[in-house]
């Protein structure tokens, strides 16, 4: 049974910075593009990042560009995002999803780890 | 930035049909894929490569897309599809993933 399981969620103050995580099991993690997917209070999904399978390929949102940096770590069936220059506005559920090849969406989901910031 | 349009809100009645569109500009190019979210959980993946249903979910749900506009479409609705659906594609590049707004589905 495929699971995504994140970390790393608390709060923080405004400017500060945060590292998710989130560990895969119950698949080939090696195998599969990963995403970051956030969802504020009362709103919508929004994409934020994906990494490649290899880790070599990372694109992301432009909404966060320079401020997040998505990675991985194969031999730990991990990924990460590591957020700074937190806002207010940052605060959300993030999530993490797999995507197991090309035109398959996002087959697999964490259940999310809350991020607040806050002073 | 691209976006993804969505109606807000759609309600129904139990047994009849529900559709939901989601617009965008690079949808003749880009696949669609259609999402369910309940509260508190997750959301779940229930139409990729516009009209493919992933093993699990229910035959009641379907997905087409024409043009610029991609529909989901949910027959004899039940109560216990009441959520939120989220249609997700790509920018013109292929780099990029959007969602749409999300549309609340009531049934009445």
């Known amino acids: 049974q495929v699971q995504l399981v994140e970390s790393g969620g608390g709060v923080v103050q405004p400017g500060g910075s945060l590292r998710l995580s989130c560990v895969a099991s119950?698949?080939?993690?090696?195998?599969?593009?990963m995403h970051w997917v956030r969802q504020a209070p009362g709103k919508g999904l929004e994409w934020l990042a994906d990494?490649?399978?290899?880790?070599?390929?990372?694109y992301y949102a432009e909404s966060v560009r320079g401020r997040i940096t998505i990675s991985r770590d194969n031999s730990k069936n991990s990924m990460y995002l590591q957020m700074d220059s937190l806002r207010s506005e940052d605060t959300a559920v993030y999530f993490c999803?797999?995507?197991?090849?090309?035109?398959?969406?996002?087959?697999?989901w964490g259940q999310g780890t809350l991020v607040t910031v806050s002073s | 930035s691209y976006e993804l349009t969505q109606p807000p809100s759609v309600s129904v009645s139990p047994g009849q049909t529900a559709r939901i569109t989601c617009s965008g500009d690079?949808?003749?190019?880009?696949?669609s894929y259609w999402y369910q979210q309940k509260p508190g959980q997750a959301p779940v993946l229930l139409i990729y490569?516009?009209?493919e249903r992933p093993s699990g979910t229910s035959e009641r749900f379907s997905g087409s897309s024409s043009g610029t506009t991609a529909t989901l479409t949910i027959s004899v609705v039940r109560a216990e599809d009441e959520a939120d659906y989220y249609c997700?594609?790509?920018?013109?590049?292929?780099?990029?993933?959007?969602f749409g707004g999300g549309t609340r589905l009531t049934v009445l």
């Open positions: 999803a797999s995507r197991s090849g090309s035109y398959v969406g996002f087959d697999y």
């Open positions: 119950g698949l080939t993690f090696g195998s599969y593009a």
């Open positions: 990494i490649s399978h290899d880790g070599r390929k990372k």
């Open positions: 690079a949808l003749p190019k880009q696949y």
């Open positions: 490569k516009d009209n």
């Open positions: 997700q594609s790509q920018d013109n590049s292929g780099l990029v993933w959007v």
